[in-house]
């Protein structure tokens, strides 16, 4: 997919679509939440930078010592603060502090489906175009890696897989994308490939 046949107003386009929301349970029908279980508010930052002819997805590597997801790939992002003011609020500050982004540096496109975790978050990804210039900085008490993955890539369903293991006594089924030595999978995936559908949806 190049810049020709991908450009933003379609996926301003996908991001205006109805939402209907995702889940890490919707490869496990059998394993559900508990009944009245309250899910905390999250946001993220889906970041994209223009390399030459098409678009980069901008991604981090968590750090290795930290207490929750360590070394897992993730978008800046993260739970709402009372200080941040709105969803969108909390995925700029996650941004500023694991890899430097100024808020005027950013462009927000728009946002895509709520995701729940399993981990009682309920988490609302936006959409961002980063200026060209832009050079990331991470915060290594949180980030151990920042790096690209080509958003055609991100972008094609082919991509995808299907994979499973053990958590809690119990199978549980989940996405992964690899990418290279890298290995996204759960919310982050799941993430994904919800944007993947929306720019195939007519």
Not at 60 to 73: K, W
Not at 86 to 106: C, F, K, T
Not at 124 to 141: H, I, K, M, S, W
Not at 150 to 177: C, E, K, M, S, T
């Amino acid at each position: 997919m190049d810049r020709h046949c991908f450009n933003l107003s379609r996926l301003q386009r996908a991001l205006r679509a109805p939402a209907g929301g995702s889940s890490d349970f919707d490869l496990n029908p059998g394993v559900r939440p508990p009944a009245g279980r309250v899910s905390r508010p999250a946001s993220v930052l889906v970041p994209l930078v223009e390399r030459g002819a098409g678009l980069n997805l901008l991604l981090t590597r968590r750090a290795a010592l930290l207490r929750h997801h360590p070394g897992q790939i993730a978008f800046p992002g993260g739970k709402q603060d009372p200080g941040d003011g709105s969803a969108l609020g909390a995925a700029l500050r996650e941004a500023r502090e694991e890899i430097g982004l100024g808020p005027e540096q950013v462009e927000i496109l728009g946002h895509f489906d709520r995701h729940e975790t399993v981990t009682h978050f309920t988490i609302t990804p936006f959409v961002g175009l980063l200026d060209a210039g832009f050079v990331p900085v991470a915060d290594r008490r949180e980030v151990d890696e920042i790096f690209e993955v080509p958003l055609a890539f991100v972008l094609d369903p082919g991509n995808f897989q299907i994979h499973g293991r053990r958590w809690q006594g119990a199978w549980r089924r989940y996405y992964a994308l690899p990418y290279g030595p890298h290995y996204i999978w759960g919310a982050t995936a799941r993430m994904l490939r919800t944007l993947s559908d929306r720019m195939r949806d007519p």
